[in-house]
Each structure stands twice: as structure tokens, then as C-alpha cells.
């Protein structure tokens, strides 16, 4: 069984910085691609970043600048470094992880951590 576990979400003045982690128990870490993705209530959940197995990364437009994804395939685990931290950035950051298994692709959902980001 696959789990994971986001940490690091807190309240932060504009302009301020973050790291979040996800820490993934089970097997085949390396495996899956991994993505963070946010969700403010009552809106669609929307993909952050995202990480392949070979480390090559993917932006959404409004953090590209911003944020920067990567994984530790020995600790099993992804950050994202969020910096110039902005009012919009608030949300619930999920991790994500997926794989394609043949025509299927499995996937994968943290519980979600909540960054705050106060003016």
C-alpha cells in the first residue's frame, strides 16, 4: 500500500518562503511521477508542479519563477521550494503520485497541507 504524507504548510507573510515535503511509504518511489497540485475551496484542484522519473520538471505559468520541484529517490520523498510568496498562493498543496501500469495509470493522493500566505 501507497501513502503519502505532505508536510511543511504553515502561515507566511507575503514574500516569505516555504518547503514543502511528501514522504512516500511503499515501494517503487522512483517509479511514479511526482506532482503537487492546490486547491482552494469551492475551485478545481490545479496542478503546481510536476517531476518525472528522470527529474525533468513541469511549471504551472504562475509559479514558474517561483517554486522549484525535486526528489530525493533515496529518502523517497519531493519538495517544493516556494519563495516570493504570494496572497494567491493560498491553499491546500496536495502531493501526487502516478504511474502507468499498461493502459491503466494508478494514482495517488496525499491528505493535503495548508500554506497561508498573509498580507
Known amino acids: 500500500q501507497v501513502q503519502l504524507v505532505e508536510s511543511g504548510g504553515d502561515l507566511v507573510q507575503v514574500g516569505g518562503s516555504l518547503k514543502l515535503s511528501c514522504t512516500v511509504s511503499g515501494s517503487g518511489f522512483s517509479n511514479y511521477v511526482m506532482g503537487w497540485y492546490r486547491q482552494v475551496a469551492g475551485k478545481q484542484r490545479d496542478l503546481v508542479a510536476d517531476?518525472?522519473?528522470?527529474?525533468?520538471?513541469n511549471y504551472g505559468d504562475s509559479v514558474a519563477a517561483r517554486f522549484t520541484i525535486s526528489r530525493d529517490n533515496a529518502k523517497n520523498t519531493m519538495y517544493l521550494q516556494m519563495n516570493n510568496l504570494k496572497p494567491e498562493d493560498t491553499a491546500v498543496y496536495y502531493c501526487?503520485?502516478?504511474?502507468?501500469?499498461?493502459?491503466?495509470?494508478?494514482?495517488?493522493w496525499g491528505q493535503g497541507t495548508q500554506v497561508t500566505v498573509s498580507s
Open positions: 501526487n503520485a502516478k504511474k502507468r501500469v499498461g493502459t491503466v495509470t494508478i494514482t495517488y
Open positions: 517531476i518525472t522519473t528522470g527529474s525533468t520538471t
